[in-house]
């Protein structure tokens, strides 16, 4: 067992998270992570409506009755969402911790403290860390230049982006970004976190609800696998590195705009992707982690082999090597 002030404040086995990931993020995940002993995520937008959601957080407990949160993502849509309306099904639906994303979530803080819901906010940078606690978030997830996804314009990996966070931010902070195994969730805690986040090693398991070839792509793929799109745009995305991904970084070579490129990089596309398992239909996420990925595991496997791994690492090398 390693207990941090992670595991105490969200009364889960395991200081792992499995972080919110559109149209991944789904029941049939998030209750393998939490039967699992960790932290999963359900992601509110995956769900066209806030009914939705209800429906997936009924059918998420169906499978589980451990702990399990929602992500909330607050980022310019090009279809604006209710984000009120599913914060109000969070609440309602008993939901007691949520990760929230993309943009500062103080304004929502009142409504999430007065229903005791614990909020975990994911950032890239110590700015914006240090602004969210302020503002009353319980937890903070620091997402280093190695994620899936957005990882913010700044560039600084993790080696150096956590412990400069942790000399100034004092609530538990959650270490996220190209983390994928029992070595990663040790440097995490020296590097000064209560525990992990994962998002693309989570893809890469059996329960994972995307096609059979897209897991199978990430355990192919390397460290060298993604690219980085919409820099142009400051709204830099890190994907599989696909034909779709290059064509993109050309039009922004070529000085496109959000009208041109909008539709090439469209959610939708890469939600086929995720069904069809056709590679190359559209844009979709996936970090550097694909470097030390290597098989399509269980939840439950995965989860107890780096807790296994980890604590043999503390007692045995590391331990070893201070005497
Ligand atoms: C397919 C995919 C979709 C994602 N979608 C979201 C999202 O909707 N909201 C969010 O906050 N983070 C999202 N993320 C980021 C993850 O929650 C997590 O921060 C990230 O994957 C960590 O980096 P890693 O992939 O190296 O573990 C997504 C990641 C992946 C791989």
Known sequence: ??????????????????????????????????????????????????????????????????????????LPTLVPRPYDEYIDVIISSGIKVIETAGNNPKPHLPKFKAAGVRVIHKCTSVRHGLSAEKAGVDCISMDGFECAGHPGEDDVPNLVLLPAAANVIKIP?????????????????????????????FMATREAPIHPKVKEAIVAGDERSTALILRSLRNTSRVFGNSVARR???????????????????????????????????????????????????????????????EALIRGRLRGMAA
Request: hydrophobic letters at 45%.
């Open 248 to 310: 993109t970084i050309e039009m922004e070579r070529e000085g496109k705009g959000i009208a041109e490129i909008g539709p090439f990089v469209a959610g939708a596309k890469g939600r086929v992707v995720y069904e069809t398992g056709d590679l190359e239909h559209g844009i979709w996420s996936a970090g550097t982690s694909m470097g030390l990925i290597g098989d399509i595991p269980t939840c439950r496997e995965l989860v107890e082999r780096i807790m296994r791994e980890a």
């Open 173 to 201: 902070m959650i270490a996220s970004g190209g983390f994928a195994d029992a070595r990663g969730l040790v440097a995490a805690l020296a590097l000064g976190c209560e525990g992990m986040n994962m998002g693309t090693r």
């Open 1 to 74: 067992m390693i207990r941090t002030r992670f595991t105490e404040m969200f009364g889960v086995a395991h200081p792992i998270v499995q972080g919110g990931m559109q149209w991944v993020g789904r029941a049939e995940l998030t209750a393998a992570v939490a039967n699992a002993g960790a932290l999963g995520f359900l992601t509110a937008l995956t769900q066209p409506t806030p009914a939705d959601l209800a429906k997936e957080i009924a059918r998420c407990r169906e499978m589980t009755d451990k702990p399990f949160g929602v992500n909330l993502t607050i």
